[in-house]
Nanobody
């Protein structure tokens, strides 16, 4: 059973940057992808970024391409991912969730319906 623990959210002014981290305990190789999704009040949950745990390939939602970067680190029985966000905008304000999942192809990597395990979320507020 994979458990995800996020950290690094907070408040920042527009144009600033934040780094989110997510650590997966009891890491298993059944999850092909780890990534970040976000949900703003009154909006649907959307994909932000994902990384293939096998290849290291990265994928981004259209709203954050060029501004966010996802990376991974692997250790014994654990894996962590980081999300570096640059040039934050007010519309980036949302609850950010770490996720572990599998998806059939790249067209599904930003689809929250494929997520198997969710973290509890960390709030990012841009003013």
């Amino acid at each position: 059973h994979v458990q995800l623990v996020e950290s690094g959210g907070g408040s920042v002014q527009a144009g600033g940057s934040l780094r989110l981290s997510c650590e997966a305990s009891r890491y298993t190789y059944s999850s092909d992808l780890m990534g970040w999704f976000r949900q703003a009040p009154g909006k649907e949950r959307e994909g932000v970024a994902a990384v293939s745990l096998e290849t290291g390939d990265t994928y981004y939602g259209d709203a954050v391409k060029g501004r966010f970067a996802i990376s991974q680190e692997k250790g014994k029985n654990m894996v962590s991912i980081q999300l570096n966000s640059l040039s934050l905008k007010r519309e980036d304000t949302a609850m950010y969730y770490c996720a572990a999942y599998e998806a059939p192809d790249g067209s599904c990597y930003m689809d929250p319906r494929f997520v198997d395990v969710w973290g509890h979320g960390t709030q990012v507020t841009v003013s």
